[in-house]
């Protein structure tokens, strides 16, 4: 079934540690976008892309990184930089035009 | 960035109740999506809206884009146990040759007592 499929569903950093998530689409959707939850609030944006080798920062892209070399996948590492890191992370995909987001399953990250 | 005002916060129905959220904006947006995310997964598409007006169902829920392009509802009605969850408004701007830009509300807590 075509869908969007995030990894790992829980992941823990170490302090002083980069971490990766993945985020990999079979939809053939040109847009892909990483978004952050937080207890209480709205989905926030962290960077999107409109294609393969191009890439925008978001609302709240300080002290993370992204990559688009295919466009089924679009990874997220989430740097040391990043002091508060602890939250629920969501990728959404979508084709260009008036088309709706749609969501992976999220990872949820957190500090050790 | 951009903001939108989602309420009620959380709500607490009995069962068989009708349920009745919204969102406001204070811009003009092109598009409202409403989705609904259960707990610890990623959220689902429930109902897209395009037109100012416009009055969507999908079963038991109806949602309605605006006249104003500023505002949409969400009604539930006859509600049942599998409702529960979070339910996100989202709103954005189509600009010539992109795909969307979202803005999400910060999302209606819902609980059904039986």
């Known amino acids: 079934d075509g869908g969007i499929t995030q990894s790992p569903k829980y992941l823990f950093r170490k302090e002083g540690q980069n971490v990766t998530l993945s985020c990999e689409q079979n939809?053939?959707?040109?847009?892909m976008y990483w978004y952050r939850q937080d207890p209480g609030q709205g989905l926030r944006l962290i960077y999107y892309?409109?294609?393969?080798?191009?890439?925008q920062k978001g609302d709240i892209a300080e002290g993370y990184s992204v990559s688009r070399e295919k466009k089924e996948s679009f990874p997220l590492t989430v740097t040391s930089a990043q002091k508060n890191p602890t939250a629920f992370y969501l990728c959404?995909?979508?084709?260009?035009?008036?088309?709706?987001?749609?969501f992976g399953d999220g990872t949820r990250l957190s500090i050790l | 960035g951009q903001q939108l005002n989602q309420s009620p916060q959380s709500m607490f129905i009995q069962e068989g109740e009708d349920v009745s959220m919204n969102c406001t904006s204070s811009?003009?947006?092109?598009?409202w999506l409403w989705y609904k995310q259960d707990p610890g997964e990623g959220p689902v598409l429930l109902i897209a809206?395009?037109?100012?007006?416009e009055l969507t169902s999908n079963g038991r829920l109806t949602a309605q884009f605006g006249i104003t392009r500023k505002d949409s509802f969400l009604n539930i009605s006859a509600s049942i146990p599998s409702d529960v969850g979070i339910y996100f408004c989202?709103?954005?701007?189509?600009?010539?040759?992109?795909?969307?830009?979202?803005?999400f509300g910060s999302g209606t807590q819902l609980t059904v007592l039986p």
């Open positions: 959404a995909s979508t084709t260009w035009g008036n088309q709706p987001q749609h």
């Open positions: 939809l053939n959707h040109d847009a």
């Open positions: 892309s409109q294609i393969v080798n191009d890439f």
């Open positions: 811009s003009i947006f092109n598009t």
């Open positions: 809206l395009y037109k100012a007006g």
């Open positions: 989202a709103s954005g701007k189509i600009s010539s040759g992109s795909a969307r830009q979202l803005t």
